[in-house]
């Protein structure tokens, strides 16, 4: 059981196109999903959180225009990287979780190449 | 901002050895402190979680003991194998704007050798 599934696994793209991930909770209904970005050999850094239907809240530093996040269902939330630039190339990955005070659950993320 | 200490940032353990990594953090109001295991190309992978109120929990091959008062918690894998040469993240949940969502430790890079 949760099973979250992200796609696509892999993007390499020009630089000025913008991109979208989705994130689905497959086997559970995800009240809330979570962004995070992992450079090489780093540890994961929390982008921002979005709930079902309500606007995201983004971490600092993280520009929300350039992120764009849409939660419309409970069980999709999707990342747009608006105007993709090489310093956006990055690992990608979202978590989702049921209920507040339970465990995230990860999906398998994203290489996002930006040439 | 909930900080969250690991240590060591890398290991090597002989088959069948016990590696153990710990964690440290700031603050104390949550629910859980998970472990993640992730192996290269792969998201993180919830390994084990422990609730506060609990010193110790296993299970299988995975122990997590927890220390409230000292605000530490450590990973111990018993019986290690080749299999389990990955990296593990300690988390606990931010605070803020966040929710909570997970801030993690910097990683320990473990290498069981056959």
């Known amino acids: 059981g949760a099973v979250v599934s992200q796609h696509p696994s892999r993007v390499i793209c020009k630089s000025g196109t913008s991109v979208k991930i989705e994130c689905r909770s497959l086997?559970?209904?995800?009240?809330?999903m979570f962004w995070y970005r992992q450079f090489p050999k780093q540890s994961l850094m929390l982008m921002a959180t979005s709930n079902e239907g309500s606007k995201a809240t983004y971490e600092q530093g993280v520009e929300k225009d350039k992120f764009l996040i849409n939660h419309a269902s409970l069980t999709l939330s999707t990342l747009t990287v608006t105007s993709a630039h090489p310093e956006d190339s990055s690992f990608y990955i979202c978590?989702?979780?049921?209920?507040?005070?339970?465990?995230?659950?990860f999906g398998d993320g994203t290489r996002l190449s930006i040439l | 901002q909930q900080q969250v200490k690991q240590s060591p940032q890398s290991l090597i353990v002989q088959k069948g050895g016990i590696p153990i990594i710990n964690c440290a953090y700031e603050?104390?109001?949550?629910?859980?402190f998970p472990w993640y295991q992730q192996f290269p190309g792969k998201g993180p992978a919830l390994l084990i979680a422990i609730r506060p109120d609990v010193s110790e929990k296993k299970e299988g091959r995975f122990t997590i003991s927890f220390n409230k008062s000292a605000k530490q918690f450590s990973l111990h894998i018993m019986d290690s194998q080749p299999g389990d040469s990955a990296t593990y993240f300690c988390a606990a949940p931010s605070p803020g704007g966040g929710a909570d969502g997970l801030t993690f430790g910097k990683g320990t890079h473990l290498i069981i050798q056959p």
């Open positions: 978590s989702a979780r049921d209920r507040p005070g339970r465990p995230q659950h």
């Open positions: 086997d559970f209904q995800a009240t809330t």
């Open positions: 603050n104390t109001a949550f629910d859980y």
